[in-house]
């Protein structure tokens, strides 16, 4: 008869001690590594891999596998559900992640390199982004169900270890990137194309001047150029989007995301070498494990300052529960159970695409004072080190120049032992961004393709003042040619006077004066509507008629009204004919727009740089109610 395996294995207490043991060892061999403990890396990185080894031949001994790998079905479970309901929050901002990933520079690269495949390329999948987005997100939270629940292990733990593997190299290759390495790059650019002939044709000149660019082979249809470029490094994960900069203040450095997924595989590993050993979780064991699963769930929803995965992860739990119970035929099942789950998810991705993320952890959401996130950055501390070279060793020292250690030491007379080698920076406090760039942030129009919509608003009428500044109007002696100038502008080296003549003083045009900007205005303005499109081409034509009505309601009311857009100027010369729009629009980059919202086009109200609210296409409020519910007094 065979032998029942239940968790406690040869000795309960052992066991417990056991565990405790690898993950402390497990802990301290991953706080060794972090940046902020290096003095003590040897110490602590020794210790926590000694634990890990003995507890690890301790618990198979002691077939103490069933333990661990329950424990770790706890934690990774619930690091799966909240990883991926957060990225399923945001799922076009974690498609945009994806899409730098698969730009030709970033994972690429990688793969051209380690396989010897300079004609390797991911930009096939970019347009499919959103899609590989959305099933990330639910595959993540559905494993993290399953593993809870122990449902279907035996190709769960499979599916674990190959999403943690891959989790893990993407990790690997964002901490490890070096933008200033070279990779060799193959493209083929096709002759039939128009556009693709012209990239082609400049690839060949260029080809005649620059070593890095090699033409490999050209035929009537196509040329195949062979180039030497630098890794678009990609400088954030994505692994929790938006959610640790909007909660914790910063995100993890590629680093911690590499430890982070490097112990999430180590426990995946022990789930996959328990698998043959666990099975569904009985009515007892489900009243330990999901409170437990929950209790953890809770603290990171406590981090992340956003608790609707706790309620998310009871339903969606017990919908699987349920649904195994019911012992159907065609679903009451570990499969069935996964399907609702998925069920669960696809109803919340569709709801924060149509109505923009549930929780807004980006820097314009509803209720932040925007100037003060311009100045929240930090310029970092960095500290200029000596680094001397032993002679006999090879070893390396590195001093601070003006420190008391340095000048006791007299390293530079020590002329046979010791050689100056170079100076470096060292970080001592990293550089942080403010969170709102105002290089970013800065929507503009140049002046010359200012429209009458755009001329009425007090804020370009404040600024146009200083359009015209006293100049000079010279005449060239010799040619009779006549030359307007700004006052400021005038030198006798540049204009002698046995050569010009002044003529006059005139007005003329302020040179420094090219674009105006509305960024102070709206930071100020004590009420504004903005509309903010970060494509006209994608614009959903279906709202434009709202957006018409409120801003001619405000006109009326006399709040200044404005649309932010990423298009140019003759497209939006051309939008704004063809649909009789009559408002102030201005510039602003594509990928900040982004950052507003997701969605085109979306309207946020602000008062005195604050928003006040933010709504997509699919929820425009009435100007009414954005009136007495948002700027009333």
């Keep these: 008869m065979k032998t029942m395996r239940t968790i406690a294995g040869h000795s309960f207490p052992l066991n417990v001690l056991f565990v405790i043991l690898n993950l402390a060892g497990l802990t301290l061999t991953t706080i060794g590594f972090h940046d902020s403990f290096e003095a003590n890396k040897l110490l602590f ?10 507890s690890a031949v301790a618990l198979i001994f002691f077939k103490g596998r069933l333990m661990i790998a329950t424990v770790s079905r706890v934690i990774v479970g619930s690091l799966f559900i909240v990883s991926g309901l957060i990225k399923a929050n945001d799922p076009l901002g974690f498609s945009y992640k994806l899409e730098e990933y698969f730009e030709d520079g970033a994972l690429a690269y990688r793969i051209k390199e380690l396989f010897g495949a300079p004609g390797f390329s991911l930009e096939y999948f970019i347009q499919h982004a959103l899609v590989l987005s959305v099933i990330i997100c639910i595959v993540e939270i559905v494993l993290g169900v399953l593993v809870i629940v122990g449902g279907k292990m035996r190709f769960v733990s499979w599916l674990l270890v190959i999403t943690m593997l891959f989790f893990t190299f993407l990790t690997w290759h964002t901490s490890t990137c070096d933008a200033k390495q070279k990779f060799v790059d193959r493209d083929t650019y096709s002759l039939v194309d128009a556009k693709e002939a012209q990239l082609a044709d400049n690839k060949m000149e260029e080809a005649k001047t620059n070593k890095d660019v090699k033409i490999i082979s050209k035929t009537s249809k196509e040329v195949v150029v062979e180039e030497m470029k630098s890794p678009q490094c990609v400088t954030d994960c994505g692994c929790f989007g938006d959610a640790m900069k909007g909660s914790v203040g910063r995100s993890l450095t590629p680093k911690e995301s590499l430890w982070k997924d490097i112990v999430l595989l180590y426990l995946a590993i022990w789930i996959f070498a328990a698998q043959g050993i666990i099975k569904p979780n009985n009515v007892r064991q489900n009243w330990i494990y999901v409170p437990i699963s929950m209790l953890l769930i809770a603290g990171l929803s406590w981090v992340f300052d956003w608790y609707f995965p706790i309620i998310f992860s009871l339903i969606a739990i017990f919908a699987a529960l349920w649904t195994y119970r019911i012992r159907n035929r065609f679903i009451g099942n570990h499969v069935g159970s996964a399907l609702v789950v998925a069920l669960l998810c696809g ?81 001592i406090i990293p550089m942080r961004l403010p969170s709102i760039d105002t290089a970013q942030f800065n929507p503009s129009r140049s002046i010359r393709y200012l429209s009458e919509d755009e001329l009425q608003l007090d804020a370009v009428k404040k600024q146009l003042k200083n359009r015209k500044i006293t100049g000079l109007r010279l005449m060239d002696k010799v040619t009779k040619e006549k030359v307007d100038i700004a006052e400021v502008e005038y030198n006798v080296e540049s204009y002698p006077v046995d050569t010009y003549t002044i003529l006059d003083t005139i007005l003329v ?125």
Excluded: C
């Excluded at 950055?377 to 003006?402: F, I, R």
């Design 347 to 427: 109803v919340f991705i569709v709801y924060v695409l149509k109505y923009d993320p549930l929780r807004d952890y980006r820097p314009y959401a509803v209720g932040n004072y925007l100037p003060d996130l311009t100045k929240n950055g930090d310029p970092g501390k960095y500290q200029s080190l000596l680094v001397y070279k032993n002679l006999q060793t090879g070893a390396k020292k590195e001093y601070d120049g003006s420190s008391k250690e340095f000048m006791n030491s007299k390293i530079w007379e020590k002329t046979k032992e010791w050689k100056y080698e170079t100076m470096v920076n060292k970080e």
């Design 45 to 54: 990185v020794s210790i926590g891999l000694v634990l890990m080894l003995f």
């Design 509 to 633: 045009e302020n040179p420094e004066l090219s674009d105006v900007s509305i960024r102070k205005f709206l930071f100020t303005a004590p009420k504004v509507i903005v509309v903010f499109s970060k494509n006209l081409k994608e614009f959903d034509l279906d709202h434009l008629d709202e957006i018409k009505s409120v801003a001619a309601k405000a006109k009326k009311a006399g709040i200044p009204f404005v649309l932010v857009v990423g298009s140019g100027d003759d497209e939006i010369a051309a939008f704004k004919k063809k649909h009789n729009l009559h408002v102030p629009i201005f510039i602003n980059d594509g990928i900040e727009l982004k950052v507003i919202s997701r969605a085109n086009p979306a309207l946020v109200v602000l008062r005195y740089g604050r928003v006040k609210g933010k709504y997509t296409g699919n929820s425009l409020p009435t100007f009414n109610w954005i009136q007495s519910h948002l700027l009333a007094k």
